[in-house]
């Protein structure tokens, strides 16, 4: 099983370990679960609505907030997913290009990259801003000068 983050909720977790069980047997579906899984990391922590993932994708990508490398790896995403959707192929060759486990994976790497951007970090962060305060104790105010 690929290793995920305990912060990451749970309804996550369990979605991700069954596109990662099934990534070896049967790559397509792999891809299909992490999808969804994707649309969600999009609705619930980028306020992504839209109803296509693609959509979403493309708002998320315009927004200038996010990292080039995210943006980067969901357009390629984005463009895998309508690949393993669609029948397509190479305009070079002709050949039927197909989904493999290798894109799959990746679709997985690219979700932990989100978890860790979204949730993971976020929360580390937190926590250990946290233990700093609780260490330091209460701070007294700066003494006010009076005129």
């Excluded at 943006?71 to 690949?83: A, M, T, V």
């Excluded at 060759?93 to 979700?111: Q, R, S």
């Excluded at 962060?125 to 003494?143: C, D, I, M, V, Y």
Aim: charged residues 35%; glycine residues 6%.
């Amino acid at each position: 099983p690929r290793p995920i983050d305990p912060l990451v909720p749970d309804d996550f977790k369990q979605r991700y370990a069954k596109a990662a069980l099934i990534l070896e047997d049967a790559p397509e579906m792999s891809g299909v679960l992490s999808r969804r899984i994707l649309i969600d990391l999009l609705r619930d922590y980028a306020n992504r609505n839209e109803y296509k993932l693609e959509d979403q994708i493309n708002k998320f990508i315009d927004d200038p907030a996010y990292p080039s490398g995210l943006k980067d790896n969901l357009h390629h995403l984005r463009e895998i997913g309508n690949f393993g959707a669609h029948t397509k192929e190479n305009k070079s060759t002709g050949d039927v290009v197909e989904i493999g486990v290798e894109e799959a994976a990746w679709t997985l790497e690219v979700i932990d990259g989100l978890f860790d951007y979204f949730i993971v970090g976020p929360e580390k962060n937190r926590l250990r801003r946290e233990a700093w305060e609780k260490k330091r104790g209460p701070q007294s105010s700066p003494a006010k000068k009076t005129p």
